[in-house]
């Protein structure tokens, strides 16, 4: 947002805070930016609130926004149909329109809540999709593998190491982490160390995908983009254990994985907690590189998934045009 002209008041990174656990830890600063952001809107009174993912202070901003009598629009919808159903009813009272960018949802809002919401396509289709066309996937195999550990410290000192352990039993392979673009290269090196056959980019995360054979990737968004990309995956989730086990107690969906959601199948492998250890990434990165079959039915699932997630065009355009006729209301 800030390269199209966008004034960045405040960086993200400085308000997400992961799990249950972390967020008590950090409601100090989180209450802290709650008022720097009512502050920020009122000094700049918009004619429209345009609210992006992020519920947990998202929400709470929506909230006063409506009591101030600011129009809110909310883009991306928080994951009410996982955990938190009854978060919907408070989104009905304080957002004006609701942008969804998951082809289900829209169904489920309808269905459950009886709330016609607007499905605008998945912004990653588009972006996947133009990076494809400049540096399309070789059919040859690179004898390289992928590790994208995440974007905060904690997610990445949970699951880095493991990541690395893997890289032993392959060492005819490279094996690339991908930085984060917010942390600085000194954290990652005393993981590397031990590793000869590891090297380390920042800010190519789509070429680095590209270059690979394989990937493991943290549960997020990342593993959505791998598999646009069209790339073999396995995913990967190792968080705080109180958190995890209050998560496992709420969530109720029958994956972690946005790639399995969508299909409402399991198309990539979900290695969770205790199940995320060397044994097990090693056999399935070994199936990733060497089962042709298994390559190919997973990257016509991927196929299926850019499919449902283009509908309708440009996600960022469609989102667009539905702001702008709000504001013309």
Known sequence: MQQEGAVLVKHFRDLAFMGFFEVLRNLPTILRNLRFCKEDIQGFQPDVLVLIDYPGFNLRIAQWAKKEGIKVVYY????????????????????????????????????????????????????????????????LPTKKVALLPGSRKQEIQKKLPVMLSVSKHFPDHTFIV????????????????????????????????????????????????????????????????????????????????????????????????????????????????????????????????RTLLEAGGSASENAARIIVRELAK
């Not at 289709?125 to 066309?133: C, G, N, P, Y």
């Not at 995320?276 to 699932?301: F, G």
Request: hydrophobic share 40%.
């Open 178 to 305: 991908a930085a984060a673009p917010g942390l600085d290269l000194s954290f990652y090196e005393p993981f590397l160390r031990s590793y000869p056959n590891v090297q380390m980019r920042q800010g190519h995360t789509y070429d680095i995908l590209l270059d690979s054979d394989a990937a493991l990737v943290t549960s997020g968004t990342a593993t959505l983009e791998t598999a646009l990309l069209g790339i073999p995956e396995a995913v990967c989730y190792k968080g705080n254990p109180i958190s995890y086990q209050i998560a496992k107690r709420l969530i109720k969906i029958p994956y972690i994985s946005l790639v399995n959601l969508i299909l409402n199948k399991l198309v990539v492998r979900e290695f969770i907690q205790d199940d995320m250890n060397e044994e097990n990434l090693k056999k399935e990165l070994q199936e990733l590189l060497t089962d042709a079959d298994r390559r190919s039915q997973m990257q016509d699932a991927f196929q299926q998934l």
């Open 76 to 139: 991306i919808s928080p994951q009410v149909w996982a955990w938190k159903a009854d978060r919907v009813k408070i989104m009905k009272q304080c957002i004006d329109r609701l942008l969804v960018i998951l082809p289900f949802e829209d169904e489920y809002y309808r269905k459950h809540w009886d709330w016609e919401v607007d499905y605008v396509g998945h912004p990653l289709a588009q972006i996947t999709a133009e990076k494809l066309s400049t540096h399309p996937r070789s059919d």
